[in-house]
């Protein structure tokens, strides 16, 4: 046995052990987490009974954190509350805390804030007020103040209020609401600051106005608004003019004595348009007067609620900012009184005026349905074809009312308004009620109208053929559509194929080249055989080099991992529900779930996302013209209708054939439009989200109640935006489902499924949380996503056709997340992109080998797409660690490396058949693939058990096994395909791809069994 040889017996005995060590811990921690589990519940048990009176006393010292989340879970009286307090050793908790206060280490500081607040005690808070004074990151800051919140102590409010003081707006939001929490408290504080002409105080009282009014609100609303102007033009000399850097508008500079004083710390007393090195942006400087603006619209909103008469005055009415104005009109709705009817039409003939005029009368008229009458008389005496058309969406708000009325003698001016109605493109009323009628005398009323109407307008024509029922449509002399999809017409990118072809001729022959430039002098001086084992045996050493490098990585990336794990593991834990609730803490999200041929799931998905624990959200599911039942499924289970939803085309889609909702379930819209593919089909629910953020998640996939929740709590842990975040993705097949909820969780019972939950698990621990933990993560899975709107539109949406790049991919998910990367980058924003371990959604994976393949081809082809596209940003460092480490990564080891492990594979079987494969080779080869393979898939279960703890025993054990047994053959299944991805390439371009599902009751049949 040679050295070499004798060196890696040594490091596969050494891989060995650490494959030992690694399975032991595993299994300690599980038992030691069922240990804690059992003994959590018994605290919680007897603190019960305690509280309850049953024990007098505790037997034991419980955890402050205990009582922290018992407070959280159970609501509980003063009384309970200080029952439970005086059961821990509060002196010395406080010391404990206030030190940790102290701490280098931000979420330490952000653990004690918490548990000061728990504490609630004097000395607690006086700690906690020196801290947030201290404190210079905005994430510890927001914790602060909501421990400050909690103990609603009102001498808090001055440091509260301080705090706010050149803050970032992500702060000043947040902390507002928590101020405003404190109710009378602070309304009594109010004549302390009222007076104070910092925008930071501006903001805090329109806040508080939103959920507390008062007689000193409302006067103060009022000045905001009135003194507009006046207030600009203060603003402006306390922060300065927007885009000029000066001492007025840098971060480090204070107001002095006087208004032309600025105090600088680098520097002492300086004038106000003094400017240095030093100069960092304040952030309330930029953008100031459209802010100050949108202040007062806010304010004029709340007057509009709660006060609207004050609104009722010509210099609001008349006033020369439209915006204004039209907020006075709409607040005419807010108060009953016959004359605002005759107002509000005079408004209606008013240009700038009339949308907010006909959303004011609509109102008026459902709340009092009488009114109806003054608008009938208007609209039979007006000329003006334009404000008739107005009146006239008024009164469709009616329509049922005056398709009656058709059957009566007046039916003559029923007509004619139904006429208008439907010129105005207000069709779906019309339709429904003529797909479900019976009455065949209203029907024949119906069908002349659109017989005559059709004649006008093509696109009601159009209308009409798609939706009406085939007997109705013929009878009113129009060809249904047939509801066959349009043949596409995929052309291939012959630029894409190009390089698809550069790339397999360079992967071909990038270990010839190596060999050549290594042996250029024996080329022509040894056989072609002798060469040719020479060859072979370095190629074997190429393909052991290689699979050292990837795993080492992951080895790294592990490790980034596992921290990043132990963070959020301690971050959640202190992020009790009172304060995730609270106003504006978390964005308001809009769930799009994109839908093709999911009539199996979809009742169960979309209860399942309905049943959410998340303060702010909507449903939307986008149905992509499927050719199963997916909508009438839909339609009938939770009984919607098609309504006319107004909405703004931000983003080019396929058009939208309808919109369905049920008054009764508001959170819920189901959107049906044209075949675009999935990328089209979340830009189509984007366009119609109202939401702050949007989260995409495929409609066959059920998320855990929480898992939104978990997710989006990510925005408080960093002080810059994050416009993208990620969360898990976990099988499902076994898992048992009821009424769209996983009630228990179960590993496959499929093979094949099994492998994908050790590769999904690896992909996500291992790879993701790494990523993000380094903020270099490129892909967030398109099963679950969450990102903030306003800059994915401002990136183009998802990348299709018909969008801002005219380009399509099956990668968008992963292609979206480069470009936010890319877009942030360049527009010289800081910014996390953020991944959650423990924000669990769950999915139908494949279970047959045709399907997965086709699956594996279609996640190659969107990688390819995608560093194509981008490749500008390739070892560049405009792009930061983007662009000179993950890019370069997934170019190398993702891109390239199946084509160089396939030719690797061959090499070796070469080798074997020609007999030339030693012992070292071998050894090599399989310490750096099989054994580091299977210490990484053992390592990303030891970094995950802490989110599937809730597995059996058993289960825990089967995915222990399949870890191990993954790594002969299923790992190097998966790389043949992805070769097979790329060759297929050159091929007719597909599109969604989608496998046959069998849908969540297969599932729950598979986990009985």
Known sequence: MNFKVEVYVILAIVLFLLI???????????????EEKLEHEKQKKALVEFISGKLQKLGFKFPLAIGFEFQQSIKLNRQNEEKIKKTLEQVRLEKKYIRQLRSWFRIRRMEAAVYLGFLGTDNARLALEKALLKEKLYPVKLYIANALSDIKNEASLPVLVFSLFNAHRWYREKVNMLIADFGKSFNAYLPQIVDNQRMEIKELIVDFASVYFSEEVKNYLIQLIDSKNEAISRLQAIYGVSGVKSCSNCMYATPGESEDIRTCPYYGTVKPDYYCGKYKKLPLSMNLKENYHQLVYKAADILARYYPQLLDDEKYLHSE?????????????????????GKLLTYVRNHDTARSAVNALSLLIKKNPTYINIILQAFAEE???????????ILSIRIEYFIMKLITRNKESAAQIIKQILLLGRTSEIIDFLNKNKNIEVENELVAIIREVVTISENLKREFSRYLCERVAYKCRIVPQPENEEPKVENKDKKLISNIYLILLFSLLIFPLIYVFRHHDLILHISWTKQLEIFVIECNYYLAFYFLAINLIYLVLLMFSFFHVNQQERLWRIKNSSFLFKKKILPSVSIIAPAYNEEKTIIESANSLLNLKYPDYELIIVNDRSKDKTLNVLIQYYDLIRVDHIFEYKLNTKPIRGIYMNPSIPKLVVVD???GGKADSLNAGINISRKEYFCGIDADSLLEDDALLKLASLVLDEGVETPALGGNVLPVNGCTIERGQITNVRIPQNHLARFQTIEYIRAFMAGRLGWAKINSLLIISGAFGLFRKERVIRAG???????????DTVGEDMELVVRINRLMREMGFRYRIRYAYNANCWTEVPEDLKSLKRQRYRWHR?????????KRMIFNPRYGRIGLLAIPYFLLFEMFGPLVEIQGYLMVFIALIIGILNAEVVLLLFISNILLGILISLSSLFIAEKNIKYLRWKDLMILLAYAILENFGPRQLFSFWRVGGTISMLKKPTGWGKPERKGFAAANHSAKG
Do not use: P, W
Request: glycine share 6%; net charge positive.
């Open 20 to 34: 030992g060590i690694m399975l032991s811990l595993l299994l300690i921690r599980r038992l030691k987490n069922d």
């Open 321 to 341: 900012d439209i915006e204004l104005k039209n907020i006075a009109v709409k607040a005419l709705a807010n108060f009953h009184n016959q004359e605002n009817i």
């Open 383 to 393: 000329k003006d074809l334009a404000i008739k058309q107005r009146l006239a969406e």
């Open 673 to 675: 439009k044209e075949n």
């Open 797 to 807: 949406g998802y990348l299709t056709s018909r969008g801002k790049y005219a380009k």
């Open 862 to 870: 969107g990688l390819i797409e995608n560093l194509t596209i981008h």
